[in-house]
């Protein structure tokens, strides 16, 4: 299995970010991501075995993090990955405290959080962005994700989700 933790959005959220990622303007062998499999990746864990799963569950229920907002508030050609990204510019703590908490607990080696959702896979060239406004976001919860990557795209299937706490 292919695991990873992530922010999913919620449909305001998700409407907003399609609306964007339709004004890009692509080349045609670009491919534009389904607006259902828009998320912002916290840990990714990578191939496991079934029988990791469990560990896994049990590392985000253990996890005691507040709920916090972010914008995604620009748009970025990322060439070597050759995406279109919204990009977080200015991530708050609590993503990436977040972040560093599940892949601590994971035992994965600490990388730079670069939050973003993709918006488009197989951009060889940067798209002109839309002016945009930035798409506000309140991260109430995570989630952990396999990725099926055996089709045209990636089907991503939840396979669990725990709460953010409310902050004090």
């Not at 990746?41 to 253990?62: D, I, N």
Request: with cysteine; hydrophobic share 45%; proline share 7%.
């Amino acid at each position: 299995m292919r695991l990873f933790f992530a922010l999913w959005p919620d449909p305001d959220v998700s409407r907003q970010l399609a609306h964007l990622a339709g004004q890009l303007r692509l080349e045609s062998r670009s491919r534009r991501i389904d607006p259902k499999n828009y998320h912002v990746t916290l840990a990714f864990v990578g191939e496991v075995p079934a029988t990791r799963l469990a560990v896994l569950q049990q590392v985000g229920r253990s996890v005691q993090a507040p709920r916090f907002s972010f914008e995604c508030d620009s748009i970025e050609f990322w060439r070597e990955s050759r995406v279109a990204v919204a990009a977080v510019s200015a991530a708050p703590s609590g993503l990436l405290d977040l972040g560093t908490t599940l892949t601590d607990a994971i035992g994965l080696p600490r990388e730079r959080l670069r939050a973003h959702v993709t918006l488009a896979r197989k951009v060889t060239q940067a798209p002109v962005p839309p002016a945009m406004s930035p798409v506000a976001w309140r991260a109430t919860n995570f989630s952990l994700i396999r990725s099926d990557t055996g089709g045209v795209e990636s089907a991503y299937t939840v396979l669990d989700t725990w709460p953010l706490l409310d902050e004090t």
